[in-house]
């Protein structure tokens, strides 16, 4: 089947305690993306991904890291999680970043509190 | 930028009442635009999309008609089920330029729908 998968659903931890939310897709896709879901704010994005070894900051990268050493895979890295981390987070993938009309791929989602 | 705005929610509806939830966008070009539903406590599905001025997405039972002059996207649904119950995203990509395949999403409207 494919699928974007989010590894883990759910997540508490402590302010400083750093984190990897893993996020991989089996569809062969070229870009992946990391967003973060906030009530009244809708979903914004925090980092992509155009290919191997090819990251971009988004709309709210501060905090956050990515890397992309496989296609297949698109970990999200909190080196020092804080407070107004918390939220939901999505990992979407997309064959390509020049095919606009096919949309997104997205994972189930990973709900982060920090305390 | 790109941005979406989607009418002000939530929104309460009697099963077998009509919906709309509307959709308008500004981008430069002629970007592509969704719908993605998210069930509670589930990621974003894809509801529907149009890649083009005059396009009809339709998809269980939900439509929408891409109107380039009035840059909108509204939601329709003939008659909601319980079952339609969730929250709605609009969204687009812009075709070219520097978004890099980005999806743009609106703020996201919460649809409750009563026996």
């Known amino acids: 089947e494919a699928q974007v998968t989010q590894n883990p659903r759910y997540l508490i931890t402590v302010t400083g305690k750093k984190l990897t939310v893993t996020c991989s897709q089996n569809?062969?896709?070229?870009?992946m993306s990391w967003y973060r879901q906030d009530p009244g704010l809708g979903l914004r994005q925090i980092y992509y991904s155009m290919n191997v070894e090819v990251t971009d900051k988004g709309d709210v990268p501060e905090g956050y890291k990515v890397s992309r050493k496989e296609k297949r895979n698109f970990p999200l890295i909190l080196e020092s999680p804080s407070p107004n981390q918390t939220s939901l987070y999505f990992c979407?993938?997309?064959?390509?970043?020049?095919?606009?009309?096919?949309?997104?791929?997205f994972g189930s989602g990973t709900r982060l509190t920090v305390v | 930028g790109d941005s979406v705005t989607q009418m002000e929610g939530p929104v309460t509806l009697s099963e077998e009442a009509f919906l709309t939830i509307n959709c308008t966008y500004t981008a430069t070009g002629y970007p592509s635009l969704f719908w993605y539903v998210q069930y509670p406590g589930e990621g974003l599905q894809l509801l529907l999309k149009a890649t083009k001025a005059d396009d009809k997405g339709s998809n269980k039972g939900f439509e929408a008609t891409y109107r380039k002059e009035t840059t909108s996207f509204h939601l329709e649904k003939g008659s909601v089920q319980v079952s339609d119950s969730a929250v709605y995203f609009c969204?687009?990509?812009?075709?070219?330029?520097?978004?890099?395949?980005?999806?743009?999403f609106g703020q996201g409207t919460i649809l409750t729908v009563h026996p």
């Open positions: 979407a993938s997309s064959p390509h970043s020049g095919d606009s009309g096919y949309g997104y791929t």
């Open positions: 969204a687009l990509i812009a075709a070219g330029g520097t978004s890099y395949g980005k999806l743009t």
């Open positions: 569809m062969n896709h070229e870009y």
